[in-house]
């Protein structure tokens, strides 16, 4: 196996969605939650966000969008595709401005976890977004966040 992966459910994966995967398993199964205010149980699919923070490199903006259109071709298309893909940047001149967020959304816990194992098991994408020296951009934080029923 190869360092840095694991085998989770019969799936190669990163030890870090592997982990998320792992303490998030009640998403998955358990697809419900409890109102807080009124004690009324409320059956909700939770929605899933995967946030990227990526730096990019001064004038290769157009580079980095390159890439993104090639991740959206047919050839990366497997049953799990995300609800939506949204790409932000600040528009308030400054030293941020290199900073884009990459929003992308799931059905739930387990549509992010399907797509996440496609990804790591695609040699194709895995070398579409290898950090490598020439690259655009530099991937700064990922964060998963999960939807909070109120």
């Known amino acids: 196996m190869?360092?840095?992966f694991q085998i989770y459910n019969g799936?190669?994966?990163t030890v870090e969605h592997a982990q998320v995967l792992e303490e998030s398993w009640f998403l998955?199964?358990?697809?419900?939650?409890l109102s807080s205010f009124d004690g009324i149980e409320h059956h909700?699919?939770?929605?899933?966000?995967?946030?990227f923070t990526y730096e990019v490199k001064p004038g290769r903006m157009r580079d980095f969008l390159s890439k993104l259109v090639t991740a959206r071709s047919p050839k990366f298309t497997c049953p799990a595709m995300p609800k939506s893909v949204r790409l932000f940047r600040s528009t308030v001149p400054g030293p941020d401005t290199r900073?884009?967020?990459?929003?992308?959304e799931y059905e739930d816990m387990a549509a992010y976890g399907a797509r996440a194992a496609f990804e790591n098991?695609?040699?194709e994408w895995?070398?579409?977004?290898?950090?490598a020296p020439d690259s655009?951009?530099?991937l700064v934080r990922v964060e998963l966040l999960t939807e909070f029923i109120l």
């Open 2 to 4: 190869r360092t840095g």
């Open 136 to 138: 655009p951009e530099h």
């Open 99 to 104: 900073y884009v967020v990459l929003l992308i």
């Open 121 to 123: 098991n695609n040699q």
């Open 28 to 33: 998955v199964f358990r697809r419900r939650c």
């Open 44 to 51: 909700h699919i939770m929605s899933v966000i995967a946030k």
């Open 126 to 131: 895995r070398d579409l977004f290898a950090a």
């Open 11 to 13: 799936v190669e994966m």
